[in-house]
């Protein structure tokens, strides 16, 4: 695998990652020998119209989005099977739930990043709709928060039609209630994200995904003070 070739220029180095999207892998550009994520459709997916169509949207929102705390992407094209790919910027580092108990400094330095990150992406009347710890990534070195993953990115003040997508632990209520998305919602997951980074708990669980889900519509969240009794007051009310 090591020596294979994708798209007659991208030599694998290795696997990133793989999902029901698709694969994503860490390549050297053979044109400009340059380090980057390969990230191809899966091709039961390619036969879709309608995904292939999200994919390139994707690309086109991405490309637009150009901020210090989102990911860059480089090349959209398509495989010899129709598959269509994209290649965007590595992040070397890790995920922001491969950190364990941060220092509250930490955390209002992250979140503050992340809301950056959104505040521009808002700006452009668009919503994320995917914030989740895999999807927020910690640049090493400088310690830059990259937010990732842009494939549910939803335009700014539609009124969701009640489908799930992303995912429950952190879904804004209203994605399933048919209310209206915008940039409260992407905020609603950045609570969601917040309170686990800081308690190392989820605020609402349940055994299946329909009870999870009633939990983030019906039941209030403990408060944070119930597993850290030594959080600041004011980092506690803007997480709530």
Same mark, same amino acid.
């Given at each position: @695998?090591?020596?294979?070739?994708?798209?007659?220029?991208?030599?694998?180095?290795?696997?990133?990652? $793989?999902? !029901?999207?698709?694969?994503?892998?860490?390549?050297?550009?053979?044109?400009? &020998?340059?380090?980057?994520?390969?990230?191809?459709?899966? &091709?039961?997916?390619?036969?879709?119209?309608?995904?292939?169509?999200?994919?390139?949207? $994707?690309?086109?929102?991405?490309?637009?989005?150009?901020?210090?705390?989102?990911?860059?992407? +480089?090349?959209?094209?398509? @495989?010899?099977?129709?598959?269509?790919?994209?290649? @965007? $910027?590595?992040?070397?580092?890790?995920?922001?739930?491969?950190?364990?108990?941060?220092?509250?400094?930490?955390?209002?330095?992250?979140?503050?990043?992340?809301?950056?990150?959104?505040?521009?992406?808002?700006?452009?009347?668009?919503?994320?709709?995917?914030?989740?710890?895999?999807?927020?990534?910690?640049?090493? !070195?400088?310690?830059?928060?990259?937010? @990732?993953? +842009? !494939?549910?990115?939803?335009?700014?003040?539609?009124?969701?039609?009640?489908?799930?997508?992303?995912?429950?632990?952190?879904?804004?209520?209203?994605?399933?209630?048919? !209310?209206?998305?915008?940039?409260?919602?992407?905020?609603?997951?950045?609570?969601?994200?917040?309170?686990?980074?800081?308690?190392? &708990?989820?605020?609402?669980?349940?055994?299946?995904?329909?009870?999870?889900?009633?939990?983030?519509?019906?039941?209030?969240?403990?408060?944070?003070?119930?597993?850290?009794?030594?959080?600041?007051? &004011?980092?506690?009310?803007?997480?709530?």
């Amino acid at each position: @695998m090591a020596e294979e070739l994708l798209a007659n220029r991208y030599k694998v180095i290795r696997k990133l990652g $793989e999902g !029901g999207m698709g694969t994503v892998y860490q390549v050297e550009d053979a044109l400009t &020998k340059e380090i980057v994520a390969f990230k191809i459709l899966s &091709k039961q997916l390619a036969d879709s119209p309608e995904t292939i169509l999200q994919f390139k949207q $994707e690309f086109r929102v991405m490309n637009k989005l150009k901020h210090p705390n989102t990911i860059n992407v +480089f090349d959209y094209g398509i @495989m010899p099977d129709k598959s269509p790919y994209l290649t @965007m $910027e590595v992040v070397p580092g890790y995920e922001l739930n491969e950190i364990k108990d941060p220092d509250y400094k930490e955390v209002c330095r992250i979140l503050l990043q992340v809301c950056q990150a959104l505040s521009f992406i808002h700006s452009r009347l668009l919503v994320h709709c995917d914030i989740k710890p895999q999807n927020i990534r910690i640049k090493e !070195g400088i310690k830059a928060v990259k937010v @990732m993953d +842009f !494939g549910l990115m939803n335009q700014l003040g539609l009124r969701s039609n009640g489908q799930i997508t992303g995912t429950v632990d952190y879904l804004p209520p209203e994605i399933p209630t048919g !209310g209206i998305i915008n940039a409260s919602s992407d905020l609603y997951s950045v609570g969601v994200v917040a309170y686990e980074l800081v308690t190392g &708990k989820l605020p609402f669980i349940g055994t299946s995904v329909l009870e999870v889900i009633r939990a983030h519509i019906n039941t209030p969240v403990e408060p944070l003070r119930t597993y850290k009794p030594d959080i600041p007051e &004011k980092l506690e009310k803007i997480i709530l």
